[in-house]
C-alpha cells in the first residue's frame, strides 16, 4: 500500500503546476483524500481535502479560488491543480488517504493535520515559487 506525490518543481510567480498522488494497493475511488504542505521551519498544514466521492471538498482559506483537488478514478490518482502561484506557497506538499467509516473530511477539520489524521499519508514533493 502506497502514496507516491509527484509534480513538484520550480516555478515562477503565476504559474501553474498540477501535483499528481498515484495509490497502489487501495482505491482512491473510495477514500476521503488531502493535501498538505509544509513549508520550512513551519508546521504542516492542511491544503484541501475532499471526502469520499466527494460529497464535500474544503481549501484553506490561503488557496481559495486557485488550487483545486480532484481524483481520477480510472487512474487511481488524485491531483491538486495550483494557479497563480505565489512565494507563500513554497513548500513540500503531501497527500494522505483514509478509507475509514468516519470521513476525516466530512466537515472542515479535515485540513487540521495530526499525524494519523488520514490513515495512509504519502511521501512529499517540493514546490518551490520564486523568480
Known sequence: VQLQAS????V???GSLRLSCAA???TLGNSAIAWFRQAP?????GVSCASTSDVTKYYA???KGRFT???DNVKNTVHLQMNNLKPEDTAVYYCAADLGALDP???PTGLIYY???YFFEGKGTLVTVSS
Open 7 to 10: 509534480g513538484g518543481g520550480l
Open 12 to 14: 515562477q510567480p503565476g
Open 24 to 26: 497502489s494497493g487501495f
Open 41 to 45: 521551519g513551519k508546521e504542516r498544514e
Open 61 to 63: 482559506d490561503s488557496v
Open 69 to 71: 483537488i480532484s481524483r
Open 105 to 107: 473530511c466530512s466537515d
Open 115 to 117: 499525524s494519523g489524521k
